[in-house]
C-alpha cells in the first residue's frame, strides 16, 4: 500500500508566495513521473506541472515563469513552489504519482488534496 502527504496549502495574498509538498511512504520500487493537478470550483481538475524520473518538467501555460515544481526522489517527495499568486490560482491542489510497485507493477495514486486559496 503507498499513502501521499500533502502539505503546504493554505492562504495568500495576490503577488504571494506558496510550496506545496507531497511525500509518498510504503511499499514500492520507484515513481516515474510526478505531477500537480488543481481543480477550481465548478471547473475541470487540470494539469498543473509534472516532473519525470529524469527530471524534465512540463508546465501549464497559465503558471510557466510563476511555479516551479521539482522532486526529491530519496525523500519520494515533490514540491510545487509557486510565485506570484494570482486570485485564479485559487484551487484545491492534487499531486499524482506513477509508481512501480514492489512486483514490478504499474501503479497511480493522487493524494487527498490541499486548498490554496489566494485572495486580498
Known amino acids: 500500500q503507498v499513502q501521499l502527504v500533502e502539505s503546504g496549502g493554505g492562504l495568500s495574498q495576490p503577488g504571494g508566495s506558496l510550496r506545496l509538498s507531497c511525500a509518498a511512504s510504503g511499499s514500492f520500487s520507484s515513481i516515474n513521473r510526478m505531477s500537480w493537478y488543481r481543480q477550481a470550483p465548478a471547473k475541470e481538475r487540470e494539469l498543473v506541472a509534472a516532473i519525470s524520473s529524469g527530471g524534465y518538467t512540463n508546465y501549464a501555460d497559465s503558471v510557466k515563469g510563476r511555479f516551479t515544481i521539482s522532486r526529491d526522489n530519496a525523500l519520494n517527495t515533490v514540491y510545487l513552489q509557486m510565485s506570484s499568486l494570482k486570485p485564479e490560482d485559487t484551487a484545491v491542489y492534487y499531486c499524482?504519482?506513477?509508481?512501480?510497485?514492489?512486483?514490478?507493477?504499474?501503479?497511480?495514486?493522487w493524494g487527498k488534496g490541499t486548498l490554496v486559496t489566494v485572495s486580498s
Open positions: 499524482h504519482l506513477e509508481i512501480v510497485g514492489s512486483r514490478f507493477q504499474p501503479m497511480a495514486y
